[in-house]
């Protein structure tokens, strides 16, 4: 069953799709649209989940599940990948790479390749304050206060020189 994001308990869990490129108007609409209809009939062993999802800043899916009503499992879940890997092929938009990471820049989402991360930090396009997204939070409360971090606060810390305290 669907139900709005804003409705979800704080300790639903959540799946995060960062799309290779932002959406259109009329992809968001559409994607939400078949999002839901996916949701009202996503099940676990014949019963009904309560589902809900959200487009965030033109370019994550966000998908979340109510545990406390019933729990996702190996089963449902693997409906939702293939969901989304249809979404991937009618849209002709990737949700599976995970060889680009998001920041927020200037109110844009930009990704970058991990293979020039090195050169996007010496080159300043990213600093350690950059705020980076963590798409691999469990629940809502951690897509609330874990998703987005500064650069220098996550894995990506080891791309930042520490800086030179002064005497």
Not at 68 to 84: E, H, L, Q
Not at 132 to 158: C, H, M, Y
């Amino acid at each position: 069953m669907f139900i709005e994001f804003n409705q979800m308990p704080d300790t639903s869990r959540v799946w995060v799709y960062q799309a290779g490129r932002p959406f259109t108007s009329d992809e968001e609409r559409n994607i939400l649209a078949d999002t839901q209809n996916f949701l009202v009939s996503w099940t676990v062993h014949n019963q009904t989940l309560k589902a809900s999802c959200q487009i965030v800043h033109h370019q994550f899916l966000i998908l979340a599940v109510d545990e406390g009503y019933n729990a996702a499992s190996g089963c449902s879940i693997d409906k939702s990948v293939r969901f989304m890997q249809d979404m991937e092929q009618q849209y002709q938009i990737s949700f599976f790479d995970r060889t680009q990471q998001a920041f927020l820049i200037n109110d844009t989402v930009q990704l970058i390749a991990l293979k020039d991360m090195k050169q996007a930090v010496e080159s300043e396009q990213i600093t350690s304050d950059t705020p980076s997204f963590n798409n691999l939070v469990n629940t809502i409360d951690q897509l609330q206060t874990e998703w987005l971090k500064p650069a220098g606060n996550t894995w990506l810390s080891r791309y930042f020189k520490p800086k030179a305290v002064s005497a």
